[in-house]
């Protein structure tokens, strides 16, 4: 049997597959039908200004103002949208080869069958209301618009504030823990846990900020966005004050004046540019902690009846975050696209933007799966104190650079005595092993004040953190 005879029909595409638990919130905002029943609404709501909107009078000879339950109506054609209205949709497009014009006769059918619902009403004459005006680009970006806000308010946002809340705690709960640090690799001056992990709260938290701070654009103007046909129409209406209007109140977007055919999309552009670099700072976390727990700083809780290696029984694998480190590069691949070719469009309109925006939903999907895993990972993984401590106890050479320091400061006093601090540091240290005793003799040897060699003999490497725990209240401003 072929699989493409089987039904349901078989994902192809793993978002809706093997990992459709983590990724189907989206579908309420980026799927076709979710981008179907936003249009019905932003037609709906055309209709609703067109006949209610200046005032509670109609901008359009000959329609009356709609009743209160006429309004109510019209918007039960989105919030009873379901699963026969997309097979409906569906084969009307079959016929008219065109997704809005779909649209537009389905509401049609609805106003035709208003009498059964409201009795005497002006709705079935008013099909010529629907679209009125429109192109189908004025539809279009103004429900794109209200799908990927509602996607990223109620969908993404919320996933990336789960991790940075994650992050946070973990920030506060080890902020005292000291660590060694690796600089291109080799040991070097140790942090505590917490203030590493409160540089990734603070990174993360600004695209945060970038991301809650976007506007969404939107415009409903015409066929070259000059309100032509408007105007041919109703010279007298002030169409542009109208648009303005509709756009930033009734829809909650910002009004964009000026456009071709399409809105330019550079909001697009710019939310998916601070998304792809919160992606890409991700990205780098997952990979950090996955050295982390290499190492053995963290340690992973195993999953009872998991399997890590299909030979190797004694393995607890971190896929989680390798699996995050991978989908975090295609979402990050197809929102460096979309922000590139979304601006772009030939003259007052080309159509390379259509299938484009038709992966919206897939460059999300990647990211959210990403945030799912890492979260998930966080979860299971904790600190490996005893590793951690024993790490520090071997690495004493990290004290060169405080007492070297010393040294230079005291030689700017005039103490006689501490020349050359580099470079006899890196003599005692570079290369060798060294012990508590080796820096204990050497400071020994120095002509340090009472204070400053007591101060340089009491450090240890689990004590050198400087004001690493202290820089944790940093993390949020």
Not at 231 to 249: G, I, K, M, N, Y
Not at 270 to 296: K, P, T
Request: glycine fraction near 6%.
């Amino acid at each position: 049997m072929n699989l493409t005879d089987i039904t349901p029909h078989i994902a192809l595409s793993p978002l809706d597959g093997r990992y459709q638990s983590a990724t189907s919130p989206l579908v309420e905002y980026l799927s076709e039908p979710a981008l179907n029943r936003t249009r019905i609404h932003v037609e709906i709501e055309w209709m609703i200004e067109l006949a209610n909107g200046d005032g509670g009078n109609s901008v359009i000879p000959g329609v009356e103002p709609f009743a209160p339950e006429e309004i109510d109506y019209l918007r039960s054609i989105e919030a009873d949208f379901n699963d026969e209205s997309i097979a409906e949709l569906a084969s009307i497009e079959s016929v008219t080869h065109h997704d809005v014009k779909a649209i537009e006769y389905y509401i049609d059918r609805r106003l035709d069958a208003a009498p059964d619902v409201l009795g005497s009403t002006q709705l079935p004459r008013l099909k010529p209301l629907v679209h009125f005006a429109c192109t189908s680009e004025d539809i279009n970006n103004l429900s794109y618009a209200l799908c990927v806000k509602g996607a990223v308010e109620n969908i993404w946002l919320p996933a990336a504030h789960k991790l940075v809340d994650q992050l946070t705690a973990n920030a506060e709960q080890y902020r005292d823990l000291p660590m060694l640090s690796l600089t291109h690799g080799q040991p070097a001056t140790p942090s505590t846990l917490g203030k590493e992990m409160a540089v990734w709260v603070y990174r993360l938290s600004r695209q945060i900020r970038h991301v809650e701070a976007q506007e969404y654009l939107g415009k409903i103007n015409g066929a070259t966005g000059t309100f032509g046909a408007h105007t041919a129409a109703l010279p007298e209406v002030d169409w542009a004050s109208l648009s303005h209007r509709f756009v930033s109140q009734r829809l909650g977007l910002t009004w964009n004046p000026l456009t071709t055919q399409i809105e330019s999309h550079d909001w697009q552009a710019e939310l998916y540019s601070s998304i792809s670099h919160f992606n890409r700072i991700a990205h780098n976390l997952a990979q950090d902690v996955w050295m982390y727990i290499s190492r053995g700083v963290f340690a992973q809780v195993p999953v009872k009846g998991a399997t890590g290696s299909s030979t190797m029984p004694h393995k607890v694998n971190p896929i989680r975050f390798e699996n995050a480190e991978a989908n975090l590069e295609l979402s990050c691949a197809l929102f460096d696209s979309l922000s590139a070719t979304l601006v772009e469009s030939r003259w007052q309109r080309d159509l390379t933007d259509s299938t484009t925006q038709r992966n919206i939903g897939v460059a999300f999907g990647y990211s959210m799966l990403a945030l799912y895993n890492l979260s998930g990972g966080l979860d299971a993984i904790h600190p490996h104190e005893s590793v951690i401590a024993g790490e520090l106890d071997e690495n004493w050479e990290v004290l060169g650079e405080p007492i070297q320091t010393a040294m230079r400061a005291q030689a700017l006093k005039g103490v006689e005595g501490m020349d050359n601090p580099y470079e006899r540091v890196k003599e005692l240290m570079r290369g060798h092993s060294i012990s508590s005793d080796d820096v204990e003799q050497f400071i020994g040897t120095l002509n340090f004040d009472d204070d400053t060699a007591a101060r340089l003999a009491a450090l240890s490497p689990s004590t050198y953190t400087g004001v690493a725990n202290k820089l944790v209240d940093f993390m949020h401003r």
